[in-house]
Structures are given as structure tokens and as C-alpha cells.
């Protein structure tokens, strides 16, 4: 009886735990939505952090939008090393970020931070002065998107991984909103620009809303995956409680006849 028991057993507690998985991964989903108000929170509170930012030199500014940047991909709930990477490539060819979806599709993001002018723009009295300085602003701005562009990212790279799916377009990740706008009311054409470079502006708003897309894409394949495996371990249960109800029948008959063997 243990020897047919046993398998029984062993399959019932393998559905329990798969059952309990897939539970847990919907409840993890629900809590991680749940966080993203508070995520926007606390980019909210980042941003208390700019003025040390544009006092610094070059440099800092530019290790920080890399540490902003790797920060907004772990908030989303992206594993590293398995959502997305970090600094992976050559000496001359290495973006911030690569970030993969469910469908194999790869998007590249590389951070890139204009203050200086920006910083000397706000802090102008005379207009001439202010007008000059807006202008290098966006000069900036527009360097930082040609100098991206020129990069050709997702070209070398998929040239390199013929295995995956790049995405034609090079994320430039500003990890100021202020900034950015800034330069975009006065030259609203920056955005055209960007586009017709295979370069999209994101900022660290609109960068959370596309991670959440990705990060409710790879929720619903692991979902999906749980749901089958409960099929197929229900699948298996009823094939082992069949093996165990004809084995227990043939018990049965067994003792059965061992009863008549008495008699006799």
C-alpha cells in the first residue's frame, strides 16, 4: 500500500505548491502596482536632489543619471541579469541599460545629462543674458541627441546578437524632468529631431510607464506558465489516483481470492 500511496501523496503536495506559486505571483503583482504611486513619490523627492546635480561638474552629473537610471529599472520590479542589463557591451560601444521584453524585442538606453547652461539659464538676472544661455541649452540638448544617435545602437548590437530583436530606436534617458522640458518649450522641434535620429527622450515618468509594460508582460507569461503547469500536475494526479484505485481493486481481489484459499 505505501509503495502505491506514495507517488499519490507526493503529486497532491506538487499541486498545493504550484497552486501556492501561481497564488503568490498574482499577489505579487497586485502589490507591485500598488508601489508605483509610491515610486512616483520618491522620483518626486529625487528631484529635491538636482540642485547638487547642476552645481557638479560634468562628470558627476553624468554617473548620477547612470545611478538614477539602474535605480528606475529595479523599482519596476526587473531582474538584472535577466529583464535587463547594465553596462554591457565593448570600451567604445557599452549603452547604460539594455532592456528585454517578453517577445525578445530589445530596447537600448543610455543616459545623458545637459545642466550646465541649464543651470546658468536659471540663474540669470538679465534677459539678453537668459535668452543666450536658453539657447546653449538647447544646443546641448541637441548634441546630446546627435552624439546618441551616432552610436547607431541597436545596429551594432544586433549585428553582434542575431538572436535578438532590437528595437530601431535608442532610448536617451534624462533623468531630470526640468531640464528637458525646459529646453523642449523653447524648442519644440527637438522632439522631431530626436525621431528622425532613431532617438526617443524619455524621463524618469514616461521611462516607469513603459518598465511597467514590460514588467506586467513577463508577470502574465509567469502566470501563464504557472496556470499550465497546474493543468499538467492536475493532469498527472488523476493519472496516479486511476493507477491507484485499479491497483487498490486489485488488492482487493487479491485478498479476496486469499479469503476462498482459506475457506478451502
Known amino acids: 500500500l ?49 540642485a547638487t546635480a547642476l552645481t557638479s561638474d560634468t562628470r558627476y552629473q553624468g554617473r548620477k543619471g547612470e545611478e538614477i537610471l539602474a535605480e528606475k529599472l529595479r523599482q519596476a520590479g526587473l531582474e538584472e541579469n535577466v529583464n535587463f542589463f547594465l553596462q554591457r557591451g565593448t570600451d567604445t560601444d557599452r549603452p547604460d541599460a539594455q532592456v528585454c521584453d517578453t517577445e525578445n524585442r530589445w530596447l537600448i538606453i543610455d543616459s545623458k545629462v545637459s545642466l550646465t547652461a541649464y543651470i546658468e539659464y536659471m540663474e540669470a538676472k538679465d534677459e539678453t543674458v537668459k ?20 552610436k547607431k545602437y541597436p545596429k551594432v548590437f544586433g549585428d553582434e546578437h542575431r538572436e535578438r530583436n532590437y528595437l ?7 533623468p531630470y524632468e526640468a531640464p528637458l522640458m525646459e529646453a523642449l518649450r523653447a524648442e519644440p522641434s527637438l522632439w522631431q529631431f530626436a525621431a528622425q535620429n532613431n532617438v526617443v527622450l524619455i524621463t524618469p515618468l514616461t521611462l516607469l510607464a513603459y518598465l511597467r509594460l514590460v514588467y506586467l508582460a513577463w508577470q502574465h507569461e509567469k502566470e501563464a506558465r504557472n496556470q499550465q503547469e497546474i493543468v499538467d500536475t492536475a493532469r498527472e494526479l488523476l493519472s496516479r489516483t486511476n493507477n491507484f484505485l485499479i491497483a487498490f481493486e486489485e488488492i482487493g481481489a487479491a485478498l479476496g481470492k486469499l479469503g476462498d484459499t482459506y475457506e478451502t
Open 2 to 50: 505505501d509503495a502505491v500511496l506514495t507517488p499519490l501523496k507526493e503529486q497532491m503536495i506538487r499541486l498545493q505548491d504550484v497552486t501556492l506559486t501561481a497564488q503568490n505571483a498574482s499577489t505579487s503583482l497586485g502589490e507591485a502596482m500598488g508601489k508605483d504611486v509610491e515610486a512616483i513619490g520618491k522620483i518626486a523627492k529625487e528631484l529635491s536632489g538636482v
Open 131 to 150: 535668452a543666450e544661455k536658453l539657447a546653449a541649452h538647447v544646443a546641448s540638448v541637441r548634441g546630446k541627441i546627435d552624439q546618441l544617435a551616432k
Open 168 to 174: 530601431p530606436v535608442t532610448a536617451m534617458f534624462v
